[in-house]
């Protein structure tokens, strides 16, 4: 039952999120919502990596759950960091996002495919597989946030 719900909070998020960037009425709601999905990707993410990292013991059911939940919420922040969105409510995004969008979308787009493989390799139920699809999307995210995130 709870997978049935998370599976279908997600496919829900998903479909709703694409006219996104629409539906913001003001820049602090964009700012909130990228905020909110890249929290709940990290709790995940966080999960995962208690386990890749030997702090709480493996899982193979729970890892895959988490690791499809990260998959789905990299999709989402991004629709948020349209144009204005740089102000409006406090936010660690720098100002580089704005001013060099190609290299932010390169950015996103390998998270969006490292997540992928995050979920491929959970799915083998093979703490190996989880523990290098984990350190190359963990990588991902500190590539990003060290270009496009204030400490």
């Known amino acids: 039952m709870k997978t049935l719900a998370v599976v279908a909070l997600a496919a829900a998020v998903t479909t709703l999120s694409a006219p996104a960037s629409a539906q913001f009425a003001k820049p602090e709601d964009a700012i909130k919502y990228r905020q ?3 929290f709940v990707m990290g709790q995940h993410f966080g999960r995962l990596g208690a386990m890749a990292n030997g702090r709480i013991p493996f899982d193979a059911k729970a890892a895959q759950e988490n690791a499809d939940i990260v998959a789905e919420m990299a999709k989402l ?3 948020g960091f349209g144009a204005g969105t740089d102000k409006g409510a406090p936010t660690k995004a720098l100002p580089e996002i704005w001013t060099q969008q190609a290299k932010f979308k390169e950015h996103s787009d390998k998270l969006e495919a490292d997540t992928v493989k995050l979920a491929a390799a959970a799915k083998t139920g093979n703490l190996d597989n989880l523990k290098t699809a984990f350190g190359a999307t963990a990588n991902s995210c500190k590539a990003c ?3 496009y995130r204030a400490k």
Do not use: K, R, T, Y
């Open 36 to 38: 909110s999905a890249l």
């Open 145 to 147: 946030h060290d270009n």
């Open 77 to 79: 922040p991004w629709a």
